[in-house]
């Protein structure tokens, strides 16, 4: 008989309830800024696994935590699976993990920012809460009917830079909120960082130990960054009114798109974490896109087709409906701008000469343009690419 032996887990290895998925027990596993959502089953085999020992006494183990039985053979299938397998003693050979951001470069460090977010974190209590979305919608209503009476100027080359740096300023406090939400709830956080997801520059915030919170203060840090940009739309609204400086609205404008952005689900941004713990759904994406094959095959009547449950049915719809209005606006408020702004580019190029600094401002001006058609190229492929593969999902 082959007493096999098995692997030690790493003692610094976390195990934590993940709330419920669909009815079941689910456990998140942290492990060198990695984390993994598995079953009640496997989590039992790696508590088991905290001293080597042999398989037949793993599995009798296992077998009397969970109170069903559990074989050698099903121990050994988890303890061999490839993408557990950091989660043990082994030769120190490791990968660096898959990340969606790529090319990382980490701009502030957690420790410059504590003090800050100690601060911060106080606005994250619902009467704060409740207080700045009111005073929000009001000066929202203000802004919009003094923006409306007002006439419309084209920005001069230094305002745009103001605009610029407002609405950068404004991506920092988003990812802030992050942070704060993170240092609320007492969860581990990293810095702020900037890298490439897709084929577009972002900033990012290291919250990975927002993963060992319960479901909804996850859905808090969720929201964190976009509630704390809130707060910063409001004190831009009050700025414009105060002082009627274009700057302050443009940058209002740009906010509010980069916010909606955001909260797209078919990126893998706030929005797709927000659905993902709100709804208890691991992998969004592959969720939505079982969904939308079991409705695509229930009308087509094919055979052994099942209909998504009412829960089902209505993420499926949210998710829809949430999509198709962030790329309906991105793509008319992208072609809206593009179209304004050739035209712009195309008359101040040929009276670049007649103004002070008149070549430097239509170059900025054209690089502006240019990085608007790279959007709209980049909003447009991603939208073909998702309707490219549900569609091809459905047909299977």
Not at 87 to 114: G, K, N
Not at 198 to 212: E, K, L
Request: glycine share 8%; charged share 15%; net charge positive.
């Amino acid at each position: 008989m082959n007493e096999t032996i098995t692997p030690r887990l790493r003692a610094d290895v976390r195990l934590k309830p993940f709330d419920e998925f669909e009815g079941d027990d689910r456990v998140i596993i942290a492990v060198d800024d990695r984390h993994f959502v598995v079953s009640a089953a496997v989590a039992a085999v790696l508590e088991e696994s905290r001293a080597h020992t042999t398989l037949p006494v793993l599995a009798a183990r296992v077998s009397a935590r969970l109170g069903i039985s559990v074989t050698p053979e099903m121990a050994g299938d988890v303890l061999s699976a490839q993408v557990l397998s950091i989660c043990f003693h082994v030769p120190e050979q490791r990968a660096e993990a898959q990340c969606s951001v790529r090319f990382r470069h980490r701009l502030i460090a957690a420790r410059s920012i504590r003090p800050l977010l100690s601060v911060l974190c106080l606005l994250f209590t619902r009467p704060v809460a409740a207080a700045l979305i009111t005073s929000l919608a009001i000066v929202e209503l203000l802004v919009a009917e003094h923006a409306h009476a007002a006439v419309s100027q084209p920005l001069s080359g230094a305002q745009i830079v103001c605009t610029a740096a407002l609405t950068i300023a404004g991506i920092i406090v988003h990812e802030l909120g992050h942070l704060a939400a993170c240092a609320r709830f007492g969860a581990a956080y990293g810095g702020i960082g900037i890298g490439v997801y897709w084929c577009m520059p972002v900033f990012y915030a290291d919250v990975n130990g927002a993963w060992m919170l319960p479901r909804l203060q996850r859905a808090v840090v969720d929201a964190g960054g976009v509630y704390l940009q809130c707060a910063y739309v409001l004190a831009l609204g009050a700025a414009y009114l105060a002082w009627d400086a274009a700057p302050f609205l443009e940058a209002m404008v740009w906010t509010h798109l980069l916010m909606l952005h955001t909260l797209n689900p078919v990126l893998k941004y706030d929005g797709y974490w927000l659905l993902t713990d709100l709804g208890g759904v691991a992998n969004l994406h592959e969720h939505i896109r079982r969904l939308a094959r079991g409705l695509w095959r229930s009308l087509c009547r094919a055979p052994q087709a099942c209909m998504p449950t009412p829960k089902g049915l209505s993420l499926l719809a949210g998710f829809g409906f949430i999509a198709t209005a962030y790329f309906a606006y991105v793509l008319v408020m992208l072609g809206t701008d593009i179209g304004r702004g050739a035209s712009q580019v195309a008359s101040r190029w040929s009276d670049r000469h007649i103004t002070p600094f008149g070549t430097w401002h239509v170059v900025g001006e054209s690089a502006l343009l240019a990085l608007l058609v790279v959007m709209a190229v980049s909003v447009a492929c991603l939208l073909a690419r998702s309707i490219t593969r549900i569609g091809r999902n459905s047909q299977t």
